[in-house]
């Protein structure tokens, strides 16, 4: 399906959709307590079909931070982008999405280990990479490590 | 002399009792610093929980502080046995960005050498795995074939292994004279060992019967988890990044994906094996047609990418390959992500491996060829 046709059709699903420019694919940013459900109806609704999650990133933004996911559908090779928006730096949280792309659970604790972004009901939510006594995310902005970074 | 007679339940059914072992971080066949948990009652897998990190270096930071041509050199350090095309995916994501048009004579390079490095990684991982299966031989075959590939590299840019061939706009140099010769005839020195290979593993009756019907994945599974790559096609998802999202040269060659349906090691193992093939015959269409031309697009000293977000990607020897670049304008990006295949291709050990054997695991772990570097990063 071109992108014209999914935005009609995505455009139904949640209130509060917003559609950042991008050149390359459709993006769409979800509301946070929307994120779920709409991730669900993106996988199941046949139409839609998005069963390839083939990249999640975390981002941290001065304000909040961000989940970006890469999506494909193996049936219609259609893409998308869809981006959601934590509520704050402090304690960032959004829902996982791993019961859905299970590809997700291993993404979602990279996530977690490098930025702090805490995933409601992810079964297994602990350090990945690093080691389980680490402290900080060293992927935030404002994580300094005096010894092993050095900046030019 | 009395009979010993046992009673109670151990008669009926043996009492078991699950217990946790490590595989790793240093066990020989988990090619790299990998530890795996391994709950196992008997020889039964129940559980199999992978630990990884021991070769985390944090090259997502570290691209944040580097410019784009630097970054294009920590790529080679991640899947070593791809890094050119690790290499390709920075420096079409930043031509991408600043709308470079690249010579055709570098599509048809960068093609050429990327279809030796893939032959390079599955001659490697053939002569592993068989290894890994008690197959000594397999090793030596790989290993001197490939040595021919590495030759040529060595010859072309100076490097064997992380080979820093590609930067924005181009090619680091241009082919050596030799180059061409010397690729014919190692694919026609190829097309004459590829069948040994085959008479060597693929049809021996003890290697058929460790890998068919082991570890297998569907294909509703294989797309769930992400895996990609010859372990995604074997279970019949067509993830093939040269035939979905063509780059460089392939729009103009022909090659057939390979897809296999079921699934199994034999069959992710079979998929590497035509794989090599369809290789071949890409760098037969290639090589005696490199367009004559620049090796370079003229390119600003200080690459800036304008505000934006770029995703490249492509085909390495293991599979959907990423990269994610976020870019505020500046000379480094703002947030770039590496999406690398052995990460999600390694996750779906746990769904794959329960129920089999410890033996097994071997097998199966051979047949998804992990390269440690890759999933650390």
């Known amino acids: 399906m071109d992108n014209e046709g999914l935005k009609t059709i995505l455009s139904a699903w949640a209130e509060g959709l917003e559609w950042p420019e991008s050149p390359q694919f459709l993006q769409v940013r979800v509301p946070a307590p929307a994120l779920h459900d709409f991730a669900r109806r993106l996988k199941e609704e046949h139409e839609t079909a998005f069963d390839y999650l083939y990249c999640l990133t975390g981002v941290d933004w001065p304000e909040y931070m961000e989940v970006v996911y890469h999506l494909e559908s193996s049936r219609h090779g259609h893409r998308l982008v869809v981006r959601a928006r934590t509520a704050g730096r402090e304690d960032p949280r959004l829902d996982t999405v791993s019961d859905i792309w299970p590809t997700a659970d291993a993404h979602e604790r990279e996530a977690y280990d490098l930025l702090g972004i805490r995933f409601n009901r992810h079964p297994d939510l602990r350090r990945l990479l690093l080691t389980d006594d680490w402290v900080g995310y060293p992927l935030r902005k404002d994580y300094k490590d005096e010894i092993n970074m050095i900046e030019l | ?377």
């Open chain 2, 1 to 377: 002399m009395s009979e010993l007679v046992l009673t109670g339940p151990e008669t009926e059914t043996a009492l078991t009792q699950e217990y946790f072992i490590n595989m790793g971080p240093q066990h020989p066949s988990t090619h790299g610093v990998l530890r795996l948990v391994l709950t196992i009652d008997g020889e039964i897998i129940r559980r199999v929980e992978p630990h990884i990190g021991y070769i985390h270096r944090s090259i997502e930071k570290m691209c944040e502080h580097d410019s784009y041509r630097q970054i294009v050199h920590l790529t080679d350090r991640m899947d070593y046995l791809s890094c050119h095309m690790n290499n390709e995916a920075v420096c079409l994501a930043v031509e991408q960005a600043l709308q470079i048009e690249v010579p055709e004579r570098v599509k048809v390079i960068r093609t050429i050498v990327s279809e030796l490095t893939r032959l390079a990684s599955h001659q490697l991982w053939w002569g592993v795995m068989g290894m890994d299966l008690g197959a000594i031989t397999s090793f030596l075959y790989g290993f001197r074939d490939r040595e021919m590939i590495n030759d040529i590299f060595e010859e072309t840019c100076g490097a064997r292994l992380t080979m820093n061939y590609n930067v924005p706009g181009g090619l680091m140099f241009d082919i050596h004279p030799n180059f061409q010769k010397r690729t014919k005839d190692f694919v026609a020195h190829f097309c004459t060992k590829l069948p040994e290979y085959d008479r060597l593993l693929s049809d021996n009756p003890i290697f058929r019967s460790r890998t068919e019907g082991v570890g297998y994945l569907s294909k509703e599974d294989a797309i769930g988890y992400g895996v990609t790559g010859p372990s995604g096609r074997a279970s019949g998802f067509a993830c093939d990044v040269r035939k979905r999202l063509p780059y460089s040269a392939y729009p103009q060659v022909e090659f057939t994906e390979i897809i296999r349906t079921e699934g199994d090691c034999f069959a992710r193992y079979k998929a590497r094996i035509l794989e090599m093939w369809e290789s071949l015959r890409i760098i037969e269409q290639l090589i005696d047609n490199i367009p004559e031309g620049e090796f370079q697009a003229p390119t600003k000293q200080v690459l800036k990418l304008p505000k934006g977000e770029y995703y490249q990607r492509v085909e390495t020897a293991r599979g959907d390959f990423g990269v994610y670049i976020i870019s505020e304008g500046n000379k480094s990006p703002y947030r770039l992500k590496f999406r690398s295949p052995g990460f999600s291709n390694l996750f779906v050990l746990d769904k794959v491996a329960r129920g089999s054997k410890i033996a097994d695991l071997v097998a199966i772990m051979s047949t998804f060829d992990y390269v440690m570097p890759d999933i650390d990063r």
